[in-house]
């Protein structure tokens, strides 16, 4: 079992910044691959970022402004959004996934929310 738990949405300005955190716990020692989906009203969950050791990838609807990091010291993954637009409002959603699971693990979910 992995428990994810994230943090860090809100309400901010187009343009502004925010950080998102994804702390994992429980049978961590075997996550290879952590991302960031969303999932806007009416619309289905989309893959945001992923990283695995110390490749990632990303949509291109954030390439150059979001940017993902993990902190295994801390078992904690980082989404750092810049310059954040309306159409990027959304429920954040964290995933955990490891070699051979026979499932995928996901976390509650934060609203972020960009004014224009």
């Known amino acids: 079992q992995v428990q994810l738990v994230e943090s860090g949405g809100g309400l901010v300005q187009a343009g502004g910044s925010l950080r998102l955190s994804c702390a994992a716990s429980g049978s961590i020692f075997s996550i290879n691959v952590m991302g960031w989906y969303r999932q806007a009203p009416g619309k289905q969950r989309e893959l945001v970022a992923i990283i695995s050791g110390g490749n990632t990838a990303y949509a291109d609807s954030v390439k150059g402004r979001f940017t993902i990091s993990r902190d295994n010291a801390k078992n904690t993954v980082y989404l750092q959004m810049n310059n954040l637009k309306p159409e990027d409002t959304a429920v954040y959603y964290c995933?955990?996934?490891?070699?051979?699971?026979?499932?995928?693990?996901w976390g509650q979910g934060t609203q972020v929310t960009v004014s224009s």
């Open positions: 995933n955990a996934n490891g070699p051979g699971w026979v499932r995928d693990y």
